[in-house]
């Protein structure tokens, strides 16, 4: 099972789903915030075969086949958060 954990920073706020790596983590923020791979890509300076690499391992660890499936996880996990914190 993974989680995901929510925390506050003076910049933004992120959340850190457990079993992923911050890179991977890096990337499923900018997927929620509906940028293309092209436009992670050029904010993370990487090519878009190492964005397309690493959302290739992000399925595969959280079990979803595409961005519509990542995304209601992400949505699942984040409502959930509250309940399992006790906010």
């Known amino acids: ?19 992923l790596t911050p890179r991977e983590n890096e990337i499923v923020m900018h997927i929620c915030e509906g940028k293309n791979n092209k436009e992670i890509a050029e904010l993370l300076f990487i ?9 290739y391992n992000i399925y595969r660890k959280l079990e979803v086949k595409n961005k519509v499936e990542l995304l209601n996880k992400v949505k699942w996990y984040l409502c959930t ?5 006790g906010k």
Do not use: L, W
């Open 1 to 19: 099972v993974y989680d995901i954990k929510q925390m506050e920073t003076a910049e933004e706020r992120v959340f850190c789903i457990e079993g």
């Open 47 to 55: 090519s878009q075969n190492t964005v397309r690499n690493h959302i």
């Open 81 to 85: 958060i509250p309940a399992i914190y």
